[in-house]
């Protein structure tokens, strides 16, 4: 494994939404890379305070041709949706929401929550499901010990656990917990693309050193990746997979399309508050307006050419 090349991808931070916006750190997309396999989206925040940073407040707002996936790893999150959701998203819990033809939603963290710590995801649809109807599912994946490791597969199958939770293309999703030197070989998918998203501790992967906020890169082909924590503090990691997504999207706002156009008329059905993505009930207050479109057309973007 010592030969498999690792791309290192560094976070840049971003404010999320709102006047008082907590910042997280985003790993995709990017210039480098727009997906890893569906994965398209990746937010990574925390550990806040939420005394000092307002914890998350996110006014209802639209989504299309995506689906959503937030993990956390600490606090609580209330979820609001256009299909009549309420839930609650809890550490070692996932909610995957399907954005499709159009929903909208409102994210919370809770009155209890002194620290907000996770990851928001983001899925591309393929284009036959990409005006998918809307949907919400959850799940609590029970905890998978593998040699140092713990396991939780929110997505797809590893280490002979599958998720129940449906997807459009093959995925995999899971949290890795490895303990001080700990080492760990994971039996994957040579038919994925992996992407492995540090939160703390420094992970080796496939020997390459991943430090927190960086998520490291894996092209197809592999059958098996090693994991080493070389610490004698523990650490944690989100391992994302996936089929290599061939299609080029266009993505803009909450909005993931196939083309300018389809962002145009997205963003003015949500402006007309149009029966497509449907409304949120019990959030005091307004609704997010879109922003302004940029004055040139948006490129649709896909990965760049394979090695």
């Not at 145009?264 to 029966?275: G, I, P, T």
Request: glycine fraction near 10%.
């Amino acid at each position: 494994m010592g030969d498999t090349e690792v791309e290192v991808l560094t976070a840049r931070d971003v404010p999320l939404g709102g006047p008082r916006a907590m910042t997280v750190r985003r790993t995709l997309p990017q210039r480098a890379r727009t997906l890893i396999g569906a994965w398209c989206f990746a937010d990574h925040y925390g550990p806040d305070l939420v005394a000092e940073s307002g914890g998350m407040d996110v006014a209802p707002h639209p989504h299309t041709g995506l689906q959503t996936a937030s993990w956390l790893f600490t606090g609580e999150i209330e979820h609001r949706d256009s299909l009549g959701t309420h839930a609650f998203v809890r550490p070692g819990e996932i909610n995957l929401m399907t954005g499709g033809h159009g929903i909208s939603h409102t994210e919370v963290s809770t009155p209890d929550t002194t620290v907000l710590h996770g990851v928001q995801l983001w899925l591309a649809l393929p284009e036959e499901h990409r005006h998918a109807p809307r949907d919400f599912q959850h799940h609590a994946p029970e905890p998978l010990r593998v040699d140092g490791a713990e396991l939780r597969v929110f997505l797809g199958t590893l280490a002979g656990e599958t998720s129940p939770v449906r997807t459009f293309t093959p995925l995999l999703g899971a949290e890795l917990l490895l303990a001080p030197g700990a080492t760990v070989t994971l039996d994957v998918d040579p038919a994925f693309e992996h992407g492995l998203l540090v939160d703390e501790g420094d992970v080796h992967l496939a020997g390459t050193v991943l430090h927190p906020a960086e998520l490291g890169c894996v092209a197809t082909g592999c059958t098996t990746l090693t994991l080493t924590n070389a610490s004698d503090q523990r650490a944690r990691a989100v391992l994302l997979g996936g089929t290599p997504f061939d299609e080029a999207i266009v993505m803009w706002w909450n909005f993931i399309g196939r083309s300018h156009q389809d962002i145009v008329e997205a963003r003015e059905e949500w402006e007309r508050a149009s029966d497509r993505f449907g409304s949120v009930d019990g959030y005091p207050g307004d609704r997010l307006p879109a922003p302004a479109l940029p004055n040139a057309v948006i490129a649709p973007r896909k990965n760049p050419s394979h090695h």
